[in-house]
């Protein structure tokens, strides 16, 4: 069966802030993240958002999202702004990426563009209208170049390593520059890790400077609602960057990437509710989220909010268009994002 697709636009009353997996994400910096889509090619056994997998998808109008963006890139100011496109899911999906990129060069201040890809729908045009389009850097999660292993941890058996990296290639013949983006899942790619480690030093040894090809190795995650990949267990952070330290030293490379290795800074945040864990809100039951007992709520004209409700509650779909009192259960206020639960 395929799953359904919400087109969230202006009509649709879905508000672009607050909601973690769809909109924009203010996290108080220069970088403003967006996620247009949920849509993904793929299943990864190891995906943190169960991307690949939702019962609902949602696509946005990129007229809403503009209007939006222009909005909030007012209130950070009119310089070095970033767009960073993460969606949950693949941003090559999304049906008006090239447009989209065009119109927000328009915007002033916008300096860099840039997004995050599994890379697998890459091919020679698209990569000539990603140049065109001028989009500055794109981020592969790349976890092994290993076909067998890749493939097994993305969950998918004709996953095509020697394509991906002869796109690789064209990407670093480009304009564009690339950051490749392993995860790391501790006693299940270790040596993958290092073979990538050693592709980029070849790749730098070949001519590519360090900011035409960088690397920057994720901590796998592990979150209630995301895929697990069974037998690992992650380590701490300290051990995380512990193992870095380790590699810098064995390769004389640098791996611990932090805001201030991509230009990132404090920035005024566009809007912010005073809103705490535990605390009672009232809201406007708007739309259906990803799973069946997921929603969106809608707080006000530009705040969204998640809302889960008890599993228990018959025809949840009945909440639609009703307005409710939830239950906070989790607010981050660096990120902006909220989730409320409600129970009958
Ligand atoms: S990890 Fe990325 S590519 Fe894999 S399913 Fe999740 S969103 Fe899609």
Not at 23 to 50: A, M, Q
């Amino acid at each position: 069966m395929n799953p359904e697709i919400i087109y969230v636009d202006e009509n649709s009353e879905i508000p672009l802030f607050g909601v973690d997996f769809i909109g924009i994400i203010d996290r108080g910096t220069n970088v403003i993240e967006l996620k247009p889509l949920t849509l993904c090619n793929l299943k990864c056994k190891y995906c943190f958002v169960s991307a690949g997998d939702y019962k609902t998808n949602f696509l946005i109008d990129p007229d809403y999202l503009i209007t939006n963006l222009r909005n909030i890139v007012e209130v950070k100011g009119h310089y070095k702004i970033e767009i960073h496109f993460a969606p949950y899911g693949e941003i090559l999906l999304y049906p008006n990426l090239f447009d989209l990129i065009k119109i927000i060069w328009n915007i002033k201040g916008i300096e860099t563009i840039s997004l995050q890809t599994n890379g697998l729908l890459l091919d020679e045009e698209k990569i000539r209208k990603l140049e065109e389009v001028k989009v500055t850097r794109i981020n592969i999660s790349l976890n092994s170049l290993n076909k067998e292993k890749a493939s097994f941890l993305t969950n998918k058996k004709d996953y095509d390593i020697e394509n991906l990296i002869k796109n690789i290639s064209l990407l670093l013949d480009s304009n564009i520059d690339v950051l490749i983006a392993p995860v790391w899942f501790p006693g299940e790619n270790d040596n993958d890790i290092e073979e990538i480690i050693r592709f980029i030093i070849d790749l730098r040894k070949a001519g590519y400077s360090d900011k035409k090809i960088q690397i920057g190795i994720q901590k796998y995650l592990i979150y209630k609602t995301g895929r697990k990949l069974k037998k690992i267990r992650p380590k701490s952070w300290g051990y995380f960057y512990h193992q870095l330290s380790i590699l810098e030293k064995i390769y004389n490379i640098k791996l611990k990437l932090g805001p201030l290795d991509f230009g990132i800074h404090k920035r005024n945040t566009a809007a912010s509710l005073n809103i705490r864990k535990n605390d009672s809100i009232r809201l406007k039951v708007i739309s259906k989220g990803r799973w069946k007992n997921e929603f969106i709520g809608k707080i006000n004209e530009n705040f969204g909010i998640k809302l889960l409700v008890n599993k228990s509650i018959i025809a949840p779909e009945k909440l639609i268009g009703k307005e409710i009192v939830a239950r906070i259960i989790k607010a981050n206020y660096k990120d902006n994002i909220l989730t409320a639960f409600f129970s009958i």
